[in-house]
């Protein structure tokens, strides 16, 4: 028999710890550590779903402390939901909706991606920002994303990629490696999670393999878009 599974995450109970351990830093060290760059490829993200869809209902994926959830509000949806594995961001998130005076527009809960916890057809858009990665399963991940998509629902995923040209491949490589970890660490106080977060993007099936890894999930009109000469791309597609 075929195995179908693609377990290149730890398992979720390990990234659930991790993530708690690191919530109160992690918006700071996200800003930080990409020099404000996540913003923008959040920002390019949404507006990708808004050119091809008008969604009313969007999922969010691993959601965080809601920074995409919130930019998608930008679509002019009915209503955004928001699941995390970790406990601790998803309050993190929900501080920040009420200090924003938008908890009436997106819903934070916990969830976990392999088992989504609503009924098939529910969502006009779902989308993740460099959550898919953290998946145990991301195969599985991403067929529960189709299947609560209504048919001609759009997935959108934003994830780091690598860049494949020199010099840059090697600039990236040794920021990743070198860097990243040491002041991840500092400001964090985790010895583990900013060491995790390089080894998890050279694990990830990312560029062609992962474009192959939507269509056995079920979507059509797959496309990559890379940004910032390939350190991270926008994935998307679409549900029969």
């Not at 060290?29 to 959040?42: F, V």
Request: hydrophobic share 40%; aromatic share 8%; net charge positive.
């Amino acid at each position: 028999m075929q195995d179908t599974t693609v377990k290149n995450g730890p398992p979720a109970e390990q990234v659930e710890r991790m993530f708690d351990s690191i919530s109160k830093h992690y918006d700071r060290l996200n800003h930080l550590l990409s020099l404000g760059t996540d913003r923008l490829w959040r920002r390019k993200a949404v507006r990708r779903i808004g050119s091809s869809c008008r969604p009313l209902r969007i999922l969010d994926i691993a959601t965080g402390t809601g920074d995409l959830a919130i930019e998608a509000l930008r679509l002019g949806p009915e209503k955004v939901t928001g699941i995390d594995i970790s406990a601790s961001m998803l309050e993190e998130g929900r501080l920040k909706l009420e200090r924003m005076g938008l908890t009436d527009r997106i819903e934070l809960m916990k969830g976990d991606a392999s088992s989504i916890g609503f009924a098939e057809g529910t969502f006009d858009a779902v989308m993740s920002a460099f959550g898919v990665r953290n998946f145990e399963d991301t195969l599985a991940g991403l067929t529960e994303m189709c299947r609560v998509l209504k048919p001609g629902g759009m997935i959108m995923v934003l994830e780091f990629s690598r860049p494949s040209w020199f010099p840059l491949k090697q600039i990236y490589g040794f920021y990743f490696r070198r860097i990243l970890p040491g002041i991840g660490r500092k400001v964090s106080g985790d010895p583990s999670a900013y060491t995790y977060l390089p080894e998890s993007v050279m694990k990830f099936p990312d560029n062609e393999k992962f474009l192959e890894l939507l269509t056995r999930a079920g979507f059509t009109r797959t496309r990559q878009e890379r940004l910032s000469g390939g350190i991270a791309s926008i994935y998307t597609g679409f549900r029969p």
